[in-house]
């Protein structure tokens, strides 16, 4: 029973059309699913991943319109970081992100910068042979495309206090001599690293992880779910999401990670050539969609290309 590597990233906005247009026209990425955060539905959860909508690549957000810009802080994610092809692939994106963020910059680590709201990226180049997870679009050639992600890293002022519950319970293997761990499973893995936390307390807001989750088959999921409760992790109940079913928690350093299941999948409910092109609901949730569809922001089309 091994995780998969991450699942997804979700992430906070205070402005989806904004938000829409950096994921989609700058980063390349495809809006895989446009529907509401199931524990508040009168705002927007967008889904943003490869062309399939596959697990680890997929990045998401709430969007709570005006919210103030969050800083990450002592238990709190900082930055996402993506594969790449090769060195060709960082200058190119170099080149893609001047005039598109006020944050860039380029080392013999990769390619840094920050979406409109303040979230970090870190782009750097695959050192791994999972298959890349990669989006169309006409401006970004396949071959430098975002190829899914790498890792994460967050802040931690003890480590230590979060490696018995990563090695032992979830089965991430230690890498290197920092705080780093892997998760690797049967076709992906995925990095998670601490570094240490600046001397301001963290804000929650436009700008930050919310949380990652990992891949779980459906098969392990309760398996998952009862490792975790037997760590002392207090997980929630399993939920079902529709197109993933989930548990959450907050591992020792105060991160929330949720296990989500590895399918049904984005595809259940719409076209894979359609996804994202109009509002979906879960079933459970359809009953509202005439509350919440006038109250959510308009966003432009993701594809005005296609």
Not at 69 to 89: E, F, I, L, N, Q
Not at 137 to 142: E, F, G, L, S, Y
Not at 205 to 231: F, I, K, L, N
Request: aromatic share 10%.
């Amino acid at each position: 029973m091994r995780i998969d590597g991450i699942h997804h990233v979700t992430c906070i906005t205070a402005d989806a059309p904004r938000n829409v247009d950096f994921y989609t026209r700058v980063l390349g990425l495809r809006l895989v699913k446009k529907s509401v955060n199931q524990d508040d539905p009168t705002v927007y959860h967008l889904f943003y991943a490869d062309e399939a909508g596959s697990a680890g690549a997929d990045i998401t957000f709430f969007e709570y319109p005006g919210i103030q810009r969050g800083r990450a802080g002592v238990g709190m994610v900082h930055t996402v970081s993506w594969r790449v092809a090769a060195a060709s692939a960082l200058d190119f994106w170099e080149q893609r992100l001047r005039g598109e963020t006020d944050v860039l910059a380029r080392d013999e680590r990769g390619v840094s910068f920050e979406d409109p709201e303040g979230l970090r990226h870190h782009l750097a180049v695959s050192t791994v042979d999972d298959e890349p997870l990669v989006a169309e679009h006409p401006d970004v050639p396949a071959d430098l495309a975002l190829q899914g992600f790498d890792g994460v890293r967050a802040f931690s002022a003890d480590p230590s206090a979060s490696s018995p519950l990563f090695e032992e319970t979830l089965g991430f293997s230690a890498r290197g001599e920092g705080a780093s761990w892997e998760a690797r499973g049967p076709s992906r893995g995925g990095l998670y690293s601490y570094d240490t936390p600046p001397s301001e307390r963290g804000v929650g807001g436009a700008g930050t992880v919310h949380h990652v989750a990992w891949s779980s088959t459906m098969d392990d999921h309760q398996a998952w779910h009862g490792r975790v409760a037997a760590a002392g992790m207090r997980p929630s109940p399993i939920i079902d999401r529709f197109w993933f079913r989930s548990i959450y928690f907050r591992e020792p350093s105060g991160v929330l990670f949720e296990i989500a299941t590895l399918g049904p999948g984005f595809s259940v409910d719409e076209d894979l050539e359609h996804l994202g092109e109009t509002l979906i609901l879960p079933p459970d949730f359809e009953h509202l969609r005439d509350q919440v569809e006038p109250i959510l922001t308009p966003i432009p089309a993701p594809r005005p290309w296609a």
